[in-house]
C-alpha cells in the first residue's frame, strides 16, 4: 500500500524557516517525480513545487520561488521542503503528493499524505 | 498563466442523480486536464487523468470528457460515498493550477 506520511509543520513567526519533510513506502519511490501542493483549511488547492525523479530538474510556484526549495532523498525514500522567509500567507495544509510520472512537468497526483499543516503567525 | 473556472461552484443531488460538473480555461490545454474528489478532512483522491482516462480503482459511474478549454465530470448515479468537493487542475503547462472547487451535497 502507497503510503506518504508528512511531518515537521507547526508554528512559526513571520521570517522564520521551516523545512517538512515526507517519507513514502509502498512504491518505488526514486521512479516517481514528487510534488508538495498546499491548501488553506476551508480554501481551494495550490500547487507549490515538484521534483523529478533524479532531482534533475525542480519547478516552483511564483508565489514560493526564491524562498522555498524542493529535495530528495531516494536512498531514504524522502521528501523535503525547505521554506524560508516566511509569510502569514503561508498558513496552510501541506500535502506531498506523488506524480504518475518520473518528470515534474507531468503534474498528475495520484496519490497524497493526509498534510502537515503550517501556521506562520506572529 | 491559465485561468480556471468551474461551474456550479456548488450543487445539491440526491442519490441515484445524475451530475453534471464543468470545467472551464482561459486558453487550450488540449486534454491536459485532472479531476479530484475531496472529502471533509481527508486529501484530494485522482479521478480522472488526462480528460478522460479513469484512475486505477477509480468507480466506472465516473467519467470524463472535453478537450481545449472546456471540460466535463460527470457522475451516472450518484452514491452516497460521492458527496464531496471535486476539483479541476491543468497539466498543460508547469503551474499546475487547480479550479476553484464544486461541492456536491445532498439534497
Known amino acids: 500500500e502507497v503510503q506518504l506520511v508528512e511531518s515537521g509543520g507547526g508554528l512559526v513567526q513571520p521570517g522564520r524557516s521551516l523545512r517538512l519533510s515526507c517519507a513514502a513506502s509502498?512504491?518505488?519511490?526514486?521512479?516517481?517525480?514528487m510534488h508538495w501542493v498546499r491548501q488553506v483549511p476551508g480554501k481551494g488547492l495550490e500547487w507549490v513545487s515538484g521534483?523529478?525523479?533524479?532531482?534533475?530538474?525542480?519547478g516552483y510556484a511564483d508565489s514560493v520561488k526564491g524562498r522555498f526549495t524542493i529535495s530528495r532523498d531516494n536512498a531514504k525514500h524522502s521528501l523535503y521542503l525547505q521554506m524560508n522567509s516566511l509569510r502569514a500567507e503561508d498558513t496552510a495544509l501541506y500535502y506531498c503528493a506523488k506524480d504518475l510520472d518520473a518528470s515534474w512537468y507531468v503534474g498528475q497526483f495520484d496519490c497524497w499524505g493526509q498534510g502537515t499543516l503550517v501556521t506562520v503567525s506572529s | 498563466d491559465i485561468q480556471m473556472t468551474q461551474s456550479p461552484s456548488s450543487l445539491s443531488a440526491s442519490v441515484g442523480d445524475r451530475v453534471t460538473i464543468t470545467c472551464r480555461t482561459s486558453q487550450s490545454i488540449t486534454r491536459y486536464l485532472n479531476w479530484y474528489q475531496q472529502k471533509p478532512g481527508k486529501a484530494p483522491k485522482l479521478l480522472i487523468y488526462?480528460?478522460?482516462n479513469l484512475q486505477s480503482g477509480v468507480p466506472s459511474r465516473f467519467s470524463g470528457s472535453g478537450s481545449g478549454t472546456d471540460f466535463t465530470l460527470t457522475i451516472s448515479s450518484l452514491q452516497p460515498e460521492d458527496f464531496a468537493t471535486y476539483y479541476c487542475?491543468?497539466?498543460?503547462?508547469?503551474?499546475?493550477?487547480f479550479g476553484p472547487g464544486t461541492k456536491v451535497d445532498i439534497k
Open positions: 509502498g512504491f518505488t519511490f526514486e521512479e516517481y517525480a
Open positions: 487542475q491543468q497539466s498543460y503547462n508547469t503551474f499546475h493550477t
Open positions: 488526462a480528460a478522460s
Open positions: 521534483i523529478s525523479w533524479n532531482s534533475g530538474t525542480v
